[in-house]
Structures are given as C-alpha cells and as structure tokens.
C-alpha cells in the first residue's frame, strides 16, 4: 500500500470500529451540547460568564429551553450553595450559580431528574494540597511534573500555555467544589515567600480566582530567620511577631483572597515552635493573627510523631489533646485520616471528635503513594467513605467523623477537608486513566460528605467513558450500561479491598519495601542497620514465632484508649475488634481462631490470594469491555492491569514466604503456589538500593 492508501485504511477502519483516541485530558468534562439554552442572568462577571458559557457548550436538557440564574440571598442556602430547579438556579453568591450549573449539567449528563432543591457544601473550604516543589518535582508525585512550578532553568516565568492548564485543572475543580489549592509541598521551601515567587502566585492565582479557587500556600515556619535576616524564629519574639504580620500584609496587596498558610511545623524535622520551647498553639496562633484582618487562616498539620516513641499512632493525640481550645479561631488542626499515615486500611485518627473547643479538618491523599500509585487501579471513594463515616461516639451514637468535622456537632467557626492532591504534567493529568475518579470522588466528598462510593463511581464513570454521539434515551446505551457501566463500577467499587487483600490485610500496615523510599511494594523484612525503628516494617507487624501484630490494647501500647467508648473496649479484645482492624490493635498467635473457623495464619494467606484473584478478575472485565470504549484509554488500562496482577502477585508471594519463618506452618494446599523465591523479592529489593 503506499501512503495515499494507507491514509485511507485508517480512516476507514476508525469510522468501522468507531475509534476515537480519547487521551483522558477532557476529565469527566467530555459532554457537549445538544440543543441550545436560552440564558436569562440580570448580572454580568468573570465567574457568571464562565457558567453561561457552561451552559451553551454542554446543555443537554431541552432544546431551547429557558433558564434563569438568579443571585439573590435566602437564609436555606449555606456558603456558595445553591437553589436548583428545572429552569433556575439560584444562589447567594455567584459561585454558588456556577456551582449550580455544573450540578444541573451533571444532572443532565448522567440521566438524573431535578427536583426543586437546595444542595448546601459540607465544607465551607475544599482545598487541594499539592505537594509540588519550586523546581517543579512533585513529593508522591506520579503524574509527571507540577502543573506550577518549573525547574530552575526556566525560573518563575508564566507562559500563555501554562496559564491556559491552570484555568483548565481550575475549571475541572470547580465542577466538582473544590475551592482552594495550596500551590507548594507542606515540606516548604524557603523561598515560598520571597518577592519573585509570590510574583508567581499572583499570576496563578488570578487565572484560579474567576473559577472560585482561593489561593493558599504552604510556608516554613522559620522563614523570618531563612529568608528576613532575623536572629530567630520564635512565635513569641515581637520582631518575628511583626514579620509575619508585613509579609501577610505584602501577599494580600498582590493576592486579595489569599486562603491563608498550610503549616508542616515540628514533623519530621521541619522547623517549629518546638524548636523555641513553644507549643504548637503558640506557633499557630502567631500567624493566625497576622491573617486575621484579612480574613485568612491556618491550617495546622497534626502529623507529628517522634523517633523511638514506643508507638507512632499515639502521638498527634498526645501532643495535641492538651492544647484543645488553645487554638484560634481562624486556626484549623488537619489532621490525616489514619493515626500512622495514608495506609490502605487504618482506623480513624483519634483526634476526630475528641477536639471539641478546636476546628479540626480531616486530610485524606489522593495521589496513591501507598496504594499503587499511578499504576494501579484503586478507586479510593470507598476508604473515604468507611472513614468519614466512622462513628467516634464522641458525643453519642451518630458522632460520625464526617459529622465531628462539618459544624453538625460542634460549632467551628472554620470547616474545611484537604486532599493531597494527583495532579502533574501528564496529558491525563492524573498518571492512570482511573486515578481521576479519586480526584473527582474527593471533590464531590467534599462538597457532600454524606455521598456514597457507588453513586460517585456511577456519575464519573456516565461522565467519563459514555459513548459521545449517544443520547440518555438512546436504547445502545443500555448496552453501554450493561456491558460497561456496571462491571467496570464492580471493578472500582471492590479495588480497595482487593488492594488491602493483596498488600495489608486484617490490620497489617507500613510493611512496604523501605528503599529508596518509594512505598511502592512489599518489604516486611527490610530493616537495615541504622534505620530509624519506626521506618522499618517490623516495628509495625512484629511477627514472631508467637504470633503478628502490633499490641495497642491497655497491655501494650494503649492507643485503644484514645478512642471513645464503646471503641475502647471493643478494640481492646480481640473477640469484638473487627477484623479488619485486628492486627492494627492485636499481637495474636498463629492459631488464633478467626470467626470463620480458620486459624489466623491460614486466613491470612488465604486473604492474600483473594486479593490476587480479584484483581485477575478486574483483568479478565477489563478485557471484556473493549467494545464499549476508545482503543487508547481501553489499551492504557490494560496495561496497567496486567502490571498490577504481577504486583499483586509479588506482594502475596512476598509477605506469605517471609511470614511463614515465623509461623512454620504450611500455606494451605488448596491456594496457588508462590510463583516467586523469597530470597529473590529480598534480593532484587537490595539490588535496588545499589543501583
Ligand atoms: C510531604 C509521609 C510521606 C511524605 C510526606 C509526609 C507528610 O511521610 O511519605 O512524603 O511529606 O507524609 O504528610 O508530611
């Protein structure tokens, strides 16, 4: 064929198989309209324009229809909520419209009716953390470079494209609440606050404004010695009590609706008030001070724990109970949703509802640095779910975190929820074509903490992969649905567990390959000489000949007394703590009766090749589902999952042969063999760390 004809096949076998190469950059916002709208808005701005425009390129209600967007106060709608019926929207606040709009058009995308309503935000602050460095490396990045920041060559110089990404990743968090970002890794550089960078984040922050997205930065607390030439830091010197306050007044001359400072202070070795003998109020309060007049705040990282403490998970409440009603106003303690950090499964962080007279704000991480990073597919709605609805009893049954956080229970004067954010350079922005939907499932958990996994999964995926030339009514797309919609959910709704199976089950946590620090993989054996303890998985599953498991019960480490009761008691006896949770609180021994019958070593490996079955099961409905969807983002899934099965397989074969030194009993016949040596998963993890 030459090359005339060889253009011509292809196009032909594209209009046959109906092959659009779809790369995953449109996000869920891929609909376009179908009919036009008649718009009726007395006011004309940047952020009512954006909703109008919405509107005529994605409507797909009825044609010509009329509809009218009414700013105008009313007491039943909170924050920027909003007012929706058939043919208005109406809000107190012109983002509250532009909110609106992306819900109606939601609702029209994914087939739901509208009543007339009022949907009210949880959470006053919806903000993304990104741990993005000024030379434009991401921490836990796995989605290629910062969307912001460059490496040194190119300084902090805003080209027209890069400004034209920041107002499509704005558009994308709008549509689904998000209302702030914090620009900057919380491990801060000094040079966050210097003229030439803040220069930057006018820049960006007046693409981000139009769209409703604060602006927010992460600092380090002893800027005033790194970069205002004073001698000291201390929250309490009036020198350092004026700094602050200069350099809040210089950032909101040039960024009027500054959000306020992301604090990493005093953990794992950024600088802090404890460094000067001050508390973590003191540090916080300081600053909150000087945002005050302008109405920002802070947000308080209590991600805190110490080398040698005898137990990790017991620190942040330790350090930060004293200080409850200590903290300002406008100050807000984020706090992780897991007292260790991000694991596949953990239980809530005690200092959920315990706080009572402090704004506290839960932090959940979106990238997957411990849950397959971009690699593997695990939709994370479901953990946020099982967390922000974990009841902490706190005051009375009902006292769900979800609650203890949003205002419901006790009167913050600040609401606000982060997600640690996926988001790089890549064209798919977020690395793997299903890491997306953990953005998205955030935004919208945000804005309603009350909504289930399986009706997120069920919106992003109607949003994302529906065919586009059909409409809701057309019968192809209950053959869409069918085929498509429902496995593929399965597939979302059930990969957290499978990636707990595979990697953490029954309370296992931190067990991951400890080289290069890469939490990708498993690595309960690696402990090198030298390493700090609490680095080193066996200080996590201190599996033994007697048993597995760490003791946090009243005998061991007595975090089960930071829960309220009746958790307390329920953790602290292996009879009633769930079993998920059982060797996060518990050391048990090997032949301890599980409530199938089993004893534990065989449950256990019988939960790690659960894990790897499930996840050959997402392979064999993935590949099902080729028909239904474009050849790119079908063949860059399938990839990814085969890489996933094999990783799986790693883990299970992994933890399963290094645990049975210790428990010396066989793996049950009727499971698949270990298809890797375990001395070849220690070794290669060695071979590793010398490449
Ligand atoms: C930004 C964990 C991560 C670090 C992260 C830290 C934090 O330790 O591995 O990369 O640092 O949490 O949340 O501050």
């Known amino acids: 064929m030459?090359?005339?004809?060889?253009?011509?096949?292809?196009?032909?076998?594209?209009?046959?198989?109906n092959l659009h190469a779809e790369d995953g950059h449109n996000l869920w916002l891929r609909a376009k309209s179908t009919g036009s709208v008649n718009i009726v808005c007395e006011r004309r701005s940047s952020?009512?324009?954006?909703?109008?425009?919405?509107?005529?390129?994605?409507?797909?209600?009825?044609?010509?229809?009329?509809?009218?967007?009414?700013?105008?106060?009313?007491?039943?709608?909170?924050y920027d909520g909003f007012k929706l019926s058939d043919n208005e929207v109406q809000a107190n606040t012109e983002l509250g419209i532009l909110y609106g709009v992306y819900e109606l058009l939601r609702r029209q995308q994914t087939g739901q009716t509208i009543q007339n309503e009022i949907s009210n935000p949880s959470y006053e602050r919806r903000v993304l953390n990104h741990w993005d460095n000024l030379d434009g490396s991401i921490e836990r990045g796995y989605a290629g470079r910062s969307i912001f920041w460059h490496d040194n060559e190119k300084g902090y110089a805003v080209t027209d494209k890069e400004k034209n990404l920041w107002k499509e990743y704005a558009r994308a968090n709008a549509s689904i609440g998000i209302n702030g970002a914090v620009l900057n890794n919380v491990n801060s550089s000094k040079l966050m606050l210097t003229p030439q960078c803040l220069e930057k984040v006018k820049a960006i922050a007046?693409?981000?404004?139009?769209?409703?997205?604060?602006?927010?930065?992460s600092v380090k607390f002893s800027s005033p010695s790194l970069i205002g030439g004073l001698k000291t830091s201390d929250p309490l010197n009036p020198e350092v009590i004026k700094w602050w306050k200069d350099k809040v007044k210089e950032i909101y001359k040039i960024v009027p609706d500054f959000g306020g400072f992301l604090i990493k202070a005093s953990s794992e070795g950024q600088p802090g008030p404890q460094d000067y003998g001050r508390s973590h109020a003191d540090g916080a309060n300081m600053m909150a001070d000087a945002l005050k007049p302008f109405g920002g705040i802070i947000m308080w990282r209590a991600f805190v724990y110490e080398a040698n403490s005898k137990d990790r998970a017991c620190q942040a409440y330790k350090e930060f109970m004293p200080l409850d009603g200590k903290f300002r106003d406008n100050v807000i303690i984020q706090v992780k949703n897991g007292p260790v950090d991000f694991q596949p499964r953990e239980p809530f962080t005690p200092l959920f509802g315990a706080m009572k007279k402090t704004s506290v704000m839960p932090e959940l991480q979106i990238t997957q640095e411990y849950l397959g990073h971009s690699i593997q597919l695990v939709f994370l709605a479901t953990m946020w779910e099982e967390f922000l609805k974990s009841?902490?009893?706190?005051?009375?049954?009902?006292?769900?975190?979800?609650?203890?956080?949003?205002?419901?229970?006790?009167?913050?004067?600040?609401?606000?929820?982060?997600?640690?954010?996926?988001?790089?350079?890549?064209?798919?922005?977020s690395g793997h074509h299903f890491a997306q939907a953990n953005w998205y499932a955030f935004g919208r958990m945000a804005w309603n903490n009350q909504l289930t996994s399986e009706k997120i999964a069920d919106e992003w995926l109607k949003q994302t992969f529906s065919p586009k030339e059909e409409k809701a009514e057309n019968s192809n797309v209950s053959d869409w649905q069918k085929n498509f919609l429902i496995p593929v959910k399965q597939i979302m709704l059930e990969s957290r567990e499978a990636a707990v199976h595979y990697s953490m089950p029954l309370g296992l946590h931190?067990?991951?390959?400890?080289?290069?620090?890469?939490?990708?993989?498993?690595?309960?054996?690696?402990?090198?000489?030298?390493?700090?303890?609490?680095?080193?998985?066996?200080?996590?599953?201190?599996?033994?000949?007697?048993?597995?498991?760490?003791?946090?019960?009243?005998?061991?480490?007595?975090?089960?007394?930071?829960?309220?009761?009746?958790?307390?008691?329920?953790?602290?006896?292996?009879?009633?703590?769930?079993?998920?949770?059982?060797l996060w609180f518990h050391h048990v021994p090997w032949d301890y009766k599980m409530k199938d019958g089993r004893i534990l070593w065989d449950e256990l490996c019988y939960t790690y090749e659960k894990g790897v079955n499930e996840v050959r099961q997402f392979q064999k409905d993935w590949d099902k589902i080729q028909p239904y969807i474009d050849a790119q983002r079908f063949s860059d899934v399938q990839s990814k999952l085969r890489r996933q099965c094999r990783d799986a397989q790693i883990w299970k074969d992994g933890c399963i042969l290094y645990f049975q030194q210790y428990s010396r009993r066989p793996i049950p016949f009727d499971i698949e063999r270990p298809v890797y040596d375990l001395n070849y998963l220690m070794k290669t993890d060695l071979y590793d760390i010398l490449k």
């Open 391 to 429: 009841d902490t009893y706190q005051e009375g049954v009902g006292s769900t975190v979800a609650r203890t956080t949003d205002g419901s229970i006790f009167p913050q004067k600040h609401t606000a929820i982060a997600g640690v954010a996926n988001i790089g350079l890549d064209t798919n922005w």
């Open 510 to 582: 931190h067990i991951f390959a400890g080289i290069k620090n890469t939490h990708y993989g498993p690595g309960p054996w690696f402990a090198p000489k030298g390493t700090r303890i609490d680095w080193t998985p066996p200080y996590y599953h201190k599996a033994d000949s007697t048993g597995i498991g760490f003791d946090r019960t009243t005998k061991g480490s007595g975090a089960v007394s930071q829960y309220h009761e009746p958790l307390s008691s329920q953790f602290e006896n292996p009879a009633t703590c769930p079993e998920i949770y059982l």
């Open 47 to 78: 952020t009512l324009d954006i909703a109008k425009q919405e509107l005529e390129q994605s409507w797909q209600g009825k044609d010509g229809a009329k509809l009218v967007l009414t700013v105008k106060k009313d007491k039943a709608i909170k």
């Open 2 to 17: 030459n090359m005339k004809s060889n253009i011509v096949f292809f196009i032909l076998i594209l209009t046959t198989f």
């Open 206 to 217: 007046e693409v981000l404004r139009p769209y409703g997205i604060k602006t927010y930065l």
